[in-house]
């Protein structure tokens, strides 16, 4: 057996606090401790000196769309846009340096641009030149701005819902557009971008990423290339199309290969967007937003898979749509029973907005929420999107981490990259330092959500992944990272002691400013899969 004996760092453990030493044996954790009994007890080990980081668990980031984020890596990134005005000049300059294809962006939010507008169709055709196919999906990816060229491709598209002449396409009008758009992409530009967003991952300390596919989001092609692709990076593959029987939910799994039913199964779509499906309307106008599935759908589909022994899980974000999602899990957890719900581990994906009843009743039906702190930290606050889009007061109450943590919902922290970066240590900040007075986690649960968490919301539940015990899997990253603290939620009291003596495991601080650890390697299941 092949061991190596990793010395001088600084180890985020709960079974040994203060160890400065780890054995790692054939991909598994075997020990830790201080570095000379760690040379005595394995004399013959490689010994790798990590020179004071630390070395914690590596990431899971349970919600990703690994082709579209490396698009955006490669491609055409309109994140960066200031205002409408130079929207259109990024997209001219990228179509004069692509004379020929169709032209792929992402990441526009016209919230915060001086306009106050997204760009028109009128808009796109010139700056992009005559005859261009343009597809430029907002940041939430729920609605995307197109050219007159690309419409004309798509049969049947101007009489689609969300189809507005000039406008930004919406819901069944912007899935058909987005299918034919990303059908014109070649394989190797696929494959170039997969290796874009895998290598990113890697780079920040993710060892595993949850793909939430689905027939209106990449299509069965990409998935059937993301499944086949290799990388060391590991996917775990999450398909949202909707079944009514169990037989029917086994032969969707093994025909396309995938871990579960779910991820972007959609309920409803986005606040950005304003397709969120609310009780009341829009604050700044747009109706009630857009339903896809109802509380017959999620029954079905909840009932199918659990009966299967599958994953399921839904994309939901408005409250009206939370209500669709309850309602139709609470059928099946009185029909069939609450453990054999909860064993399956089904999830919800974002679960915005959310009551205080709502929470106690996933708890109780072991609801998994897969989470992203990082749209709180877009557009939360008293002038972000969220209030625009809702009030101050229904905005105040979005993603209360705090409260879904003391409930007992399990908690699995991500990114839903492209729509926020993959960088799982600014999400862990933006979980502790939540724009909302006491929605906050600890550093210590926020990371707990972004590690061990994230594992268990991907069926994982041998109790050791994502932690660093003997026996747990050898998926951790190495950092560069300042001196290490012991720290409750931002907004609360102190509730554990800092002295070393607690033996409570440090984390690298996150407060607002401070600089994030940066990843000097990746290791998954004992190979190293990154390295500066």
Known sequence: MATQLLIGGRFYSASSPDATAMAVTDGTVVW????????????????????????????????????????????????????????????????????SGVLLGDGWDDTGWPEQRPPSTDELDAAAGPGRLVYLSRVDVHSAAVSTALLDTVPGVRDAAGFTRGEPLRAAAHHLVRTAALERADRALRDRAR???????????????????????????DLAELLAFSHGVSVRAYWGEAVHDEDEARALVAELGVHALGGDLFVDGSLGSRTALL??????????GVGYLDAAGVTAHVRACTLAGVQAGFHVIGDAGMDAVVDGIGLVAAELGAPAVA????????????????????????????????????????????????GAERAAALNPFAAMAAAGVALAIGSD??????????AVRAAVHHRTPGHGLSPRAAFAAATRGAWRAGGVRDGVAGTLVPGAPASYAVWEADDLVVAAAADSVQRWSTDPRSRVPGLPPLDPGASLPRCLRTVHRGVTIYEV
């Open 417 to 426: 990259a492209p729509v926020t970066p993959l960088d799982p240590w600014a």
């Open 32 to 99: 830790l401790g201080a570095e000379r009994p760690g040379r005595a007890l394995h004399p013959g080990a490689e010994v790798i000196d990590v020179g004071g980081a630390f070395v914690a668990p590596a990431f899971v980031d349970p919600h990703v769309h690994v082709t579209a984020l490396g698009l955006k890596l490669i491609g055409l990134d309109l994140s960066a846009a200031r205002s409408l005005a130079h929207c259109l000049e990024l997209l001219t300059a990228f179509a004069a340096a692509h004379p």
């Open 279 to 288: 009780r009341a309307p829009y604050a700044d106008g747009g109706g009630h």
């Open 343 to 390: 064993a399956c581990g089904h999830r919800v994906e974002h679960a915005e907005m959310i009551s205080p009843e709502q929470i106690a009743a996933l708890a109780s039906w072991g609801v998994i929420a897969s989470v992203q702190p990082g749209f709180d930290a877009a557009w939360g606050g008293p002038d972000g999107m969220y209030a625009t889009r809702l």
């Open 195 to 221: 290796t874009a967003a895998l290598d990113s991952a890697a780079a920040h300390g993710v060892a595993e990423v949850h793909e939430c596919g689905g027939p209106e989001i990449a299509g069965r092609t």
